[in-house]
């Protein structure tokens, strides 16, 4: 499903307000009546199926005990054996350290580039297609490539490159202490693109008045960059944050292409885990219950979300 | 200096002010003035940290992909022994051939194409239809309605994957391009902006054209259509881009190969493929995408710029 493979599709430039409110203007056109229905129930009835029932059906086969053939309600016999299960902390400690090494590396990349592109006027446009090329790419493919570039050998493509400068080789993918690092590297590249392309549009909606204040008052580049440009992009930086760990917690396709979850357990994610469960040992209802505690877990943070940006939107 | 008062309100309009202003900018400033500018030792830095932000962005974003089109045309010991050497023993030009043939990747562009074009197709549909009743005719369960499509934005995509597995094979789609071609046409964020955008149409046109003896389907074709264009092709190329990089549904919702895509098939055919031919493969697989960002740039980057979307 493309909400957990591509990204989960959360406008954050979109005021929550926005969202839930129905329209603003009251004026209606047709009350009632069976053609607008008509229209869209074929949309309706897709998402009913496609989404809604499968959102209500994962809380139920939790508690259930299924294997395509036949289903029996078990308690919360799965939560317990989940819990149980000696992999589990080891594949939330390494989904942490995931979203910890992506947030450190993966999260100051495009603010910079962003910052730096909106100052550009001539190489502006250039510069913009450029920062969302990675984006478009399908990430097996940079996988597949990053996974050469990442050969352990001294003739890999990074250990050439940094043998140029003396350092290495290095294991990269082969060595559990670099494996995760290497996984982040990869899922960096496919996604800073987008985050930078948001931040540009915020920066590029800055009230430019406020810069010629600032200068008029005698403020140096750097203390406008300091005191307009960072506060003004606050709130686009809190939501993208908070949506980069709802996205990195169901991280999947990299480490399981990369790796398949080693060496030695140390990429195994908890979206992983959630595979094994469900296609390597049949066991649905465990990953249908693990996908819940994710799920629920998860939820803290798109609480936060709505929260926040409601409080924003009232000033 | 207090600027914190100032902060507005984020709403999707941020897309349309990022359009107005890109490429209208000699008049116009960020941080950085032409007054600034005017100083030789700030124009030098300036100047210095642009070129040097243009080379690295090319480096990093471009380098890849430029690297993955030599390979693709590389002898295989060419590509290990000398990552950085241009052609030593020649190109090969019949690695692509080789890759479209024996790996199977023209099956897998075809069933790719296959897929995309049903994808964005329901999209498209599901998007402006759904959004044309929120927004336009506004019938009294709109609201609630409204609601139940938003609220899946917020909740996080990971749930329902083993229930909708589950789904689709009770009801017989799995193995067929059905069972991608539909659960991912339903997207909340492609109805929200098409919904937003319906509702900047003035709605006195839907009021002259009811006066006129025109329904609401008629109202649809001949109006909000043609005035929506636009918007249709962002929500068409977003769709478009997600399915071609989606990887973990089409792997669960079809298990034949011979009706997967490129995506899949690739990742496949990897450990056994010679990697010359899988390189070219893979060039292959990022041609398409990137003739259509190419010639698209501007609907991406305005759609982008106004979703949020982050890589899970």
Redesign the interface.
């Given at each position: 499903?493309?909400?957990?493979?591509?990204?989960?599709?959360?406008?954050?430039?979109?005021?929550v307000e926005?969202?839930?409110a129905?329209?603003r203007?009251r004026?209606?056109?047709?009350?009632?009546?069976v053609?607008?229905?008509l229209?869209?129930a074929?949309?309706?009835i897709?998402?009913a199926?496609?989404?809604?029932?499968?959102?209500l059906?994962?809380l139920v086969?939790a508690f259930q005990k299924?294997n395509?053939l036949t289903t029996s309600w078990v308690g919360i016999e799965n939560f317990e054996h989940v819990l149980a299960d000696p992999l589990l902390g080891q594949a939330l400690a390494n989904t942490a350290l995931y979203a910890g090494l992506a947030l450190v590396l993966g999260f100051p990349i495009p603010i910079l580039?962003a910052v730096?592109?909106?100052?550009?006027?001539r190489?502006?446009?250039?510069?913009?297609?450029?920062?969302?090329?990675?984006?478009?790419?399908?990430?097996?493919?940079?996988i597949?490539?990053?996974k050469?570039?990442f050969?352990p050998s001294e003739?890999?493509?990074f250990n050439?490159?940094l043998g140029f400068v003396g350092i290495g080789p290095l294991p990269w993918l082969q060595s559990p202490a670099t494996a995760m690092l290497s996984i982040v590297l990869v899922?960096t590249?496919?996604?800073f693109?987008?985050?930078a392309?948001?931040y540009?549009?915020?920066?590029?909606?800055?009230?430019?008045q406020?810069?010629?204040a600032?200068?008029i008052?005698g403020?140096s580049?750097l203390r406008?960059?300091w005191?307009?440009?960072l506060?003004?992009m606050?709130?686009?930086i809190l939501?993208?944050l908070l949506?980069?760990l709802?996205?990195?917690f169901?991280?999947?396709?990299e480490p399981?292409?990369l790796t398949g979850g080693g060496p030695n357990n140390s990429t195994l994610t908890l979206?992983m885990l959630?595979y094994r469960y469900?296609?390597i040992y049949g066991n649905?209802g465990q990953?249908?219950a693990l996908?819940?505690m994710?799920?629920v877990a998860?939820?803290v943070f798109?609480g936060l979300?709505?929260w926040l940006?409601r409080k924003?939107?009232k000033? | 200096?207090t600027?914190?008062g100032?902060?507005?309100?984020?709403?999707?309009g941020?897309?349309d002010?990022?359009r107005k202003?890109?490429?209208t900018?000699?008049l116009?400033?960020?941080?950085?003035?032409d007054?600034?500018l005017s100083r030789r030792s700030?124009r030098f830095t300036?100047r210095v940290?642009?070129a040097v932000?243009?080379g690295l962005?090319?480096v990093?974003?471009?380098g890849?992909?430029l690297?993955?089109a030599k390979?693709a045309i590389s002898a295989t010991q060419d590509?290990?022994?000398?990552?950085?050497a241009f052609w030593p023993s020649g190109v090969q030009w019949h690695n692509l051939v080789d890759a479209w043939t024996q790996i199977r990747i023209g099956q897998f562009t075809v069933n790719s194409l296959m897929i995309t074009t049903g994808e964005v197709i329901?999209a498209v549909?599901?998007?402006v239809?759904?959004g044309?009743?929120?927004?336009?005719?506004?019938?009294?369960y709109?609201?609630i309605?409204?609601?139940?499509?938003?609220a899946?934005?917020?909740?996080?995509?990971?749930?329902?994957?083993?229930?909708?597995?589950?789904?689709v094979?009770d009801?017989g789609l799995l193995d067929t391009f059905w069972a991608v071609w539909?659960?991912?046409?339903?997207?909340?964020?492609n109805?929200?902006?098409m919904k937003?955008y319906f509702?900047t149409i003035p709605?006195e046109l839907?009021?002259a054209a009811?006066v006129d003896g025109a329904?609401?389907?008629r109202i649809?074709w001949s109006i909000v259509l043609p005035m929506s264009t636009p918007i249709i092709g962002v929500v068409a190329l977003l769709a478009f881009?997600?399915?071609?990089?989606?990887?973990?549904?089409p792997l669960?919702a079809l298990p034949t190969p011979s009706k997967q895509p490129?995506?899949?098939g690739?990742?496949t055919i990897?450990p056994q493929a010679d990697?010359a031919v899988?390189?070219a493969g893979?060039l292959i697989?990022?041609v398409i995408?990137?003739i259509?960002?190419?010639t698209f740039?501007k609907q991406?980057?305005t759609g982008?710029?106004?979703?949020?979307?982050?890589?899970?």
């Open positions: 499903m493309s909400s957990v493979t591509s990204p989960p599709v959360i406008p954050a430039a979109v005021a926005e969202v839930l129905p329209s203007n004026r209606r056109t047709y009350r009632g009546g053609v607008p229905f229209i869209a074929p949309a309706i897709l998402f199926i496609f989404s809604w029932w499968p959102i059906r994962g086969i299924t395509l580039f730096l592109i909106a100052e550009m006027r190489t502006r446009h250039i510069s913009s297609a450029l920062v969302f090329l990675p984006v478009i790419i399908p990430p097996v493919v940079s597949l490539l990053w050469i570039f050969d003739r890999g493509l050439t490159a899922a590249w496919g996604a693109g987008s985050s392309i948001i540009l549009a915020t920066l590029l909606a800055i009230d430019t406020l810069y010629e600032a200068e008052d403020a580049i406008r960059f005191h307009i440009t506060p003004q606050r709130g686009t939501l993208l949506l980069q709802i996205g990195t169901q991280i999947f396709t399981f292409l979206l959630i469900a296609f649905f990953a249908a996908s819940l994710l799920a998860l939820s798109a979300y709505l940006s924003w939107s000033r | 200096m600027v914190d100032t902060t507005r309100t984020r709403t999707a941020m897309g002010a990022w202003r890109v490429g900018r000699s116009e400033r960020s941080n950085v003035s007054s600034d700030t300036f940290v642009i932000t243009i962005l090319f990093i974003s471009a890849p992909l690297w993955l390979s590509t290990l022994a000398q990552p950085f329901v549909i599901a998007a239809t759904l044309y009743v929120l927004a336009v005719l506004r019938p009294r709109g609201p309605l409204n609601a139940c499509i938003m899946t934005l917020f909740i996080p995509g990971v749930i329902s994957l083993i229930p909708l597995y589950l789904t094979i009801l539909l659960p991912n046409g339903v997207s909340a964020f109805v929200l902006i937003q509702e709605r839907f009021e009811k329904g609401p389907v649809l881009v997600a399915s071609w990089k989606d990887f973990l549904w669960l490129l995506s899949v690739l990742s990897a990697l899988l390189m893979m697989a990022v995408p990137l259509v960002f190419l740039q991406f980057l982008a710029g106004s979703a949020g979307a982050i890589k899970g």
